[in-house]
């Protein structure tokens, strides 16, 4: 069974960053999509940035010029760096690898929480 494990999570002032950090238990270059979302308290589960395995990049319109989402295929993990966080920010961030073919298979992390305080 896939196994994703978040961590890098914490309380940081606005302003700050932290990194996030996913390992996988398996080699991530066989999942099409690798992403990273969020669910703050009562609120759906939101899309943050998403990068394809060819290294296709998309973020949601309230992260772009603050996070950073990249890959190292070689150590199965994907990270999330996050800077310039605002309040707004703060949520449960879970890990996410999608399996396109044959059908759509969906894993998930924990998820790690992040604070940010104004």
């Known amino acids: 069974q896939v196994q994703l494990v978040e961590s890098g999570g914490g309380l940081v002032q606005a302003g700050g960053s932290l990194r996030l950090s996913c390992v996988v238990s398996?080699?991530?270059?066989?999942?099409?999509?690798m992403g990273w979302y969020r669910q703050a308290p009562g609120k759906q589960r939101e899309l943050v940035a998403t990068?394809?395995?060819?290294?296709?990049?998309n973020y949601a319109d309230s992260v772009k010029g603050r996070f950073t989402i990249s890959r190292d295929n070689a150590k199965n993990t994907v990270y999330l760096q996050m800077n310039s966080l605002k309040p707004e920010d703060t949520a449960v961030y879970y890990c996410?690898?999608?399996?396109?073919?044959?059908?759509?298979?969906?894993?998930w992390g924990k998820g790690t929480l992040v604070t940010v305080s104004s």
């Open positions: 996410n690898a999608d399996l396109i073919a044959p059908q759509l298979m969906r894993y």
């Open positions: 398996e080699i991530i270059f066989r999942f099409n999509v």
């Open positions: 990068i394809t395995n060819g290294d296709r990049i």
